[in-house]
C-alpha cells in the first residue's frame, strides 16, 4: 500500500494490508532539530528530506488562514478593537493571493498526490480562533457579550472566505482532511459555553463543514486541551474528528472511543515519555494500541515532538511506532 491509501483508508475505518500510516500531523520543534543536529542528524535537509531521514509518511500541509497579517499594514495582530476598526482592516483579512498561492501549492503536489505518495490536509482558521486572532485573547473572551454583532460579522466574512479557499483547491486535487484551527479548549475543558458555541460558532460551521463534505473531504478540528466535553457540540457542526488529543490535558482516547465509535482522531501519544527510554515509549504504544485496532485512529505524537528528545530516543520512538502499527493491522 502507498501513503495516501493508508491514510484514507484509516480516515474511513477500513483495514490496512500492511500497517497503519506512520505520519507527524505537526512534527518537531525547531529547537529539536537543532538539538538533533548536534547528535548525528545531517544539517540542511529539506522538509521532505527530513521525513526520509525518519522513514514517515509524508503528510503535506496546506495552510491558508484570513487575517493575512504580515501582509496589512498594521503588524499588530490584535489590531482589531471594534467594529469600526474591523472594517477599516477587512480589505487586508481574506486576500485572493492566498487562494492562488494555495492553488498553485496543490498544483506542485498533485502528480505526487496522484501516485499516492503523499497525503494532504488543509489547515483553514476556526470561528473561535479566527476572531481572537484578531482580537486578542481576552477582548476575545468579553467580545462574546461586548460586541456579539462584530463576531457573527467576522466568521460570516471568514466563513465565505474559507468555501472559497476549498472550493478553488479541489478544482485541482481532493486533500484527504481538512483540519479547522481552533485551540478553544484547555486542560480543564472548553474555554466557551455550549451556549456561545452554538450562537457564534455553529452557524459558520453549518455554511463551509457540507462544502468541505461536499468535495468528499474529512473535516476535523485542532484543539489543545481535553476536548471529551465539546465532542457532541463538534458533532452537531457536523466535524468528524479531533486531533491532538493531548494525554497531559488528560484525554483518554480509549475512553473516547468508547464513547464515541464514530469519532475519526489523529494525534494521542504522551510526547512527555519521549524523553524516557525504550520501557515509557513501549508502555505509551501499548494503552495506544486497542484504538489503533479500532479503526479511525491515525497515531502520532499529541503534540510536536519537544527538545527534551534525544535523537536517539526518537529513533526508539519511531522503531516501536513501525512495530505497533504493523501490530495494528493483525
Known amino acids: 500500500m502507498n501513503a495516501r491509501d493508508r491514510f484514507l483508508k484509516t480516515l474511513n475505518f477500513e483495514k490496512c494490508d500492511d500497517r497503519l500510516p506512520l505520519v507527524e500531523w505537526a512534527a518537531w520543534w525547531g529547537l529539536t532539530i537543532e538539538r538533533w543536529q548536534t547528535e548525528g542528524m545531517p544539517k540542511e535537509l529539506t522538509?521532505?528530506?527530513?521525513?526520509?531521514?525518519?522513514?514517515?509518511?509524508?503528510?503535506?500541509?496546506?495552510?491558508?488562514?484570513?487575517?493575512?497579517?504580515?501582509?496589512?499594514p498594521s503588524a499588530n495582530s490584535c489590531a482589531v478593537t471594534d467594529a469600526a476598526s474591523y472594517e477599516a482592516m477587512r480589505p487586508y483579512f481574506f486576500p485572493d493571493a492566498a487562494i492562488a498561492t494555495a492553488v498553485e501549492q496543490a498544483r506542485s503536489l498533485k502528480a505526487r498526490h496522484e501516485r499516492g505518495e503523499i497525503s494532504i490536509r488543509i489547515w483553514l482558521d476556526g470561528y473561535f480562533w479566527f476572531p481572537r486572532k484578531l482580537l486578542g485573547v481576552e477582548p476575545h473572551l468579553l467580545a462574546f457579550y461586548d460586541h456579539p454583532?462584530?463576531?457573527?460579522?467576522?466568521?460570516?466574512?471568514?466563513?465565505?472566505?474559507?468555501?472559497?479557499?476549498?472550493?478553488?483547491?479541489?478544482?485541482?486535487?481532493?486533500?484527504?482532511?481538512?483540519?479547522?484551527?481552533?485551540?478553544?479548549?484547555?486542560?480543564?475543558?472548553?474555554?466557551?459555553?455550549?451556549?456561545?458555541?452554538?450562537?457564534?460558532?455553529?452557524?459558520?460551521?453549518?455554511?463551509?463543514?457540507?462544502?468541505?463534505?461536499?468535495?468528499?473531504v474529512k473535516v476535523l478540528v485542532d484543539t489543545d486541551g481535553d476536548v471529551t466535553t465539546m465532542i457532541p457540540w463538534l458533532f452537531a457542526a457536523g466535524i468528524e474528528g479531533v486531533y491532538p488529543l493531548e494525554r497531559q490535558a488528560g484525554v483518554d482516547v480509549a475512553r473516547l472511543r468508547q464513547m464515541h465509535p464514530q469519532l475519526i482522531m489523529m494525534g494521542g501519544y504522551d510526547k512527555m515519555v519521549m524523553s524516557q527510554g525504550e520501557a515509557p515509549m513501549r508502555a505509551e504504544f501499548e494503552r495506544l494500541l486497542p484504538v489503533m485496532r479500532s479503526g479511525g485512529f491515525i497515531p502520532s505524537v499529541d503534540h510536536q515532538t519537544p527538545p527534551g528528545v534525544s535523537?536517539?530516543?526518537?529513533?526508539?520512538?519511531?522503531?516501536?511506532?513501525?512495530?505497533?502499527?504493523?501490530?495494528?493491522?493483525?
Open 311 to 330: 535523537l536517539d530516543n526518537y529513533k526508539i520512538y519511531m522503531r516501536l511506532f513501525r512495530e505497533y502499527c504493523e501490530r495494528a493491522v493483525r
Open 47 to 72: 522538509w521532505d528530506e527530513s521525513l526520509a531521514y525518519f522513514d514517515l509518511d509524508p503528510l503535506v500541509l496546506i495552510a491558508v488562514t484570513g487575517g493575512a497579517i504580515n501582509d496589512r
Open 149 to 216: 454583532e462584530l463576531m457573527h460579522r467576522m466568521n460570516a466574512d471568514l466563513a465565505a472566505f474559507n468555501c472559497r479557499v476549498i472550493d478553488a483547491i479541489c478544482t485541482v486535487l481532493t486533500p484527504e482532511m481538512v483540519g479547522f484551527a481552533e485551540d478553544m479548549s484547555y486542560n480543564h475543558g472548553p474555554m466557551l459555553s455550549r451556549a456561545c458555541f452554538d450562537e457564534f460558532l455553529l452557524p459558520y460551521y453549518r455554511r463551509t463543514v457540507p462544502v468541505i463534505k461536499g468535495h468528499g
